[in-house]
């Protein structure tokens, strides 16, 4: 899933600008035979997004592109449009979100949920559902989740890195992106073009299998 999820993110970018970030060896053997950069992160990361400041260290860059390894059905263009997102706002997280599917559950614990002003600034992330609703008159018509794609300066990674342990609600709700909320950064969502459904758990694989193939059919 890693090769896959790295071969769609060459069809936005050139090979020489794509990097896993791992401290597992295997990985570090199966990504270099297949022709990508490897940057070997400290095995004491809190988070993905830990690994990836640490790896932001020993690259030169002005932006840092984090595409998660449970992604395979992204949409290239989307990591184009989190850039450019990045480039307009560059004192802003970006991150991703799209409207959860109907073969989704809302309420499914492994789906963050986002709730967003109307700047497109997140105020939450939660596994809970969220917005909630006092009674069924008012109940969104759409539910929306986390698509893991983010955008970051190094500086906002050093700042994420420099908090010095998980924050209180990254904490409880396992969501790593809550940390910069207690940072103070401002986090910008930007909708994306694709539907996303991401690897959670096992038993994902089956439905991302699925959904590879029903697209196949409709090309």
Known sequence: MILWVTDLCSKALSKELIYVATDDIKIKEVVESAGY?????????LTGTDRVADASNQIDADIFINVQGDEPLLNPKDI???????????NEIINGYCKIGENEDPSSLNLPKIVFNENNQLIYMSRQLIPGTKSK?????????????????????????HFGRKGTLELYEDIEILRFLDIGSTIKVVETDS???AVDVPEDVKKVEEEILRRRILK
């Not at 950069?37 to 990361?45: D, L, Q, R, Y």
């Not at 449009?81 to 307009?88: F, G, P, S, T, V």
């Open 80 to 90: 184009l449009l989190i850039i450019e997102a990045k480039k307009k706002h560059p």
């Open 37 to 45: 950069n490897v940057v070997m992160t400290s095995e004491n990361a």
């Open 137 to 161: 008159e008012f109940t969104p018509l759409n539910y929306f989740k986390q698509v893991c794609i983010y955008a970051f300066s190094k500086k906002e990674l050093n700042e994420f890195v």
């Open 195 to 197: 539907y996303s459904l």
